[in-house]
């Protein structure tokens, strides 16, 4: 059987090239869509994996929010880590045009060098490793918090709340 080849791509050249230890899990886009959906793919625990979602500041350039995956943000809390009014969700197409990344592929990491500010969901300090995307569809990388905190020069504050289950 043939030894599979870790797939490389701006993200894990970026981890290699800084020293930073790291893993990549695959999945299929195509059957895993949601972030829970990502987290169920790679075999990781919702709460363990974060998505990054694309915010707009009611004054200054875009922000880049990274959560767990099965958490709402609380655009609120985000006004407030970031000394802002109001901070608001970007739609699907401006958050792909402002990062050239697809939705399930936008990464903070893939983002360090184009001037997003990156809040960090405080709960990612519970785990020694957290996953999310690696700037691609179909690809998660998992690495430690704090590296991730000081590539990204991300800023912890408290963003997520858990949505309420649903019953009938």
Known sequence: MAKKKSRKNLVTRLLAGKKIAYETKSYDPDIFVSAPEVAE???????????????????????????????????????????VKKARMAPLAAAEKMTGLKKGGISSLALIHRGFRVFLDESARRFDLIAMSAGERGMQVILAPDDFIRLTNARLAPLAHRAAPHTT
């Open 41 to 83: 793919g790679i075999g990781m625990p919702a709460s363990q994996v974060f998505k990054t979602l694309v915010t707009l500041p009611d004054r200054g350039k875009p922000m880049l929010a990274v959560l767990p995956a099965d958490a709402e943000l609380d655009l609120k809390a985000l006004a407030r880590a970031a000394g």
